[in-house]
């Protein structure tokens, strides 16, 4: 009978904790266990900022940070309390399932069972790395690029981990895994990268609150932010007086003391403020002048990397900083556009012996650009592309690809690129009308440089490196070696700037890059990109004649 009674009145006890829990930061003191670098209970002493962002109400919360800053345990206690007091079923999506989606099991799922028996006796099967199931309650683990996995879940509560590293396009259909419920909530979470592109295209949409607290010399209510607040004292990485570099207060200029973090910043001191209050979705930045774990004089050399090294650059203003930023030379700007035209108009045909190409990306609508090449024999280069420059002579856009039979007619094309997806039976059709004179065209990641590997002759395929083309399409309009027409359109100028270089780091800590674009359309950025392609196929044509012979 004494056991019976520990037993009831644990199970009291249990159950009045448990209606005590209205709010998500309550479940988390109440039933979330840390490890390193905070092991024990969760609280709020060493992330104050997370407090309102765990019981945010807003259907759409946005999170654009640096890197470590506690979003993802915040979106994981999200999902724990969903699952546990709610009974909602929750949809984790995440840049890719293979590795992404194993690896969250395995360094944030599991360990935060391990550390809590709450949540072990909370799931009733975990084995499966996509989906564990609590009682009626599902949690399912997705890849944001592929649009089947996403499509059969109905989720009350929706969480994107990393959007930047995510199909955009496949973000809005995850959204209507909610569409039929009631109450439901989206949490997008990220580190930026270029304007108006992932996070940063919902964060400007939002409330866009800043974490602001009392400083304790001038009791002004501030915020950290980037150059103001980061006094670097030293120049290069060896500089022994990098690591007096501090953090100081925008307002009176005084040092705040790193190690005093938790005292300044803490819940009682700081408060989020909004730059537009009256916005449905409710955003939250911060950045890593505020982590405790991050000491000023680790930013210092963050910084001083960043002034040789674009991938360094890069990591700085996103993953420190939590901001957006275009490394110099990493996208096309008006200037250059404005450089590159010439006296010349559109033509409406085109006759002689010019050497046309096309290119020809492949939407809603067929995006096409004619160019006529001429070869600089005073050059010298083993590249054909680099010795010689281009003339834009035409760019438009039809519905149907009928017409662009027409359009290699009366251009005298003598070569076209063109997209091969998503049109892919329309697009091989016209190939077979003009058997060798048009290639359909892959973007490919296992291309090195400039390399175009030609498939099967009936294939009608090629696939290149889409980085590596990019580069040197787009960079004609930097070195000036394309000529554009004086009536340009302003659909066509929009293109070309819209695509962005954004550095990374191999796993050799060697810079790589990639291009990404804002909410900006870049078709005729890509049709550019496969005339540049149909260059070179082109000139192997006329493989009985000198090269020069052809021009």
Known sequence: MHNLEILLNERISAG???KTVTTCSKWAESYRVMGQPFPGPWNFKHHPWAKDMHDCTNEMVIGQKAAQMGYTEVALNWVFKAIDVDAKSVLYVLPATTPDASDFSSSRFDPALELSTHLQNLFSDVKNVGHKRAGDAN???????????????????L?????????????????ERASGQIDKQFFLLSTPTIDNFGINF??????????YFRCPHCNKYTELIYPDCLVITGETLTDEELKNSHLICKECKIKLEHKTKTEWLGLDNSKWVSTHANRDSRGFYINQLYSMTMEPYKLAQSFIRAQSNPADEQEFYNSKLGQTHVVEGARVLDEHIENCKGTHKKKMESKGSKFTTMGIDVGKWLH???????????IQFNDINLMSTVKLIQEDKLAHFEELDDVMHRYGVLFAVCDAQPERRKALEFAQRFWGRVKLCFYGNSMNGKQIHVHEESEHTITVDRTAWLD?????????????????S???????????????KDRNGNPVGRYVRGNEEDHFAHSRNYSEIAFPLGAGLSVSQNIGDVY
């Open 490 to 504: 302003k659909e066509y100028q929009q293109n070309i700037k819209a695509p962005v270089r954004i550095y990374e």
């Open 16 to 18: 009045l904790k448990r």
């Open 472 to 488: 040197l399409s787009l960079g004609r309009f930097r070195s000036g070696r394309i000529t554009l027409p004086m009536d340009i």
């Open 139 to 157: 949690f399912y683990i997705r890849g944001s690029r592929s649009r089947s996995q996403m499509k059969s879940i109905p989720a009350a509560l």
């Open 159 to 175: 969480i994107f981990d990393e959007v930047d590293e995510m199909n955009q396009d496949n973000i809005p259909l995850a959204f």
């Open 368 to 378: 096409y650009v004619i160019e006529e090449w001429t070869f600089d024999s005073n």
């Open 202 to 211: 919902y964060f400007i949409q939002s409330t866009q609150d800043h974490y």
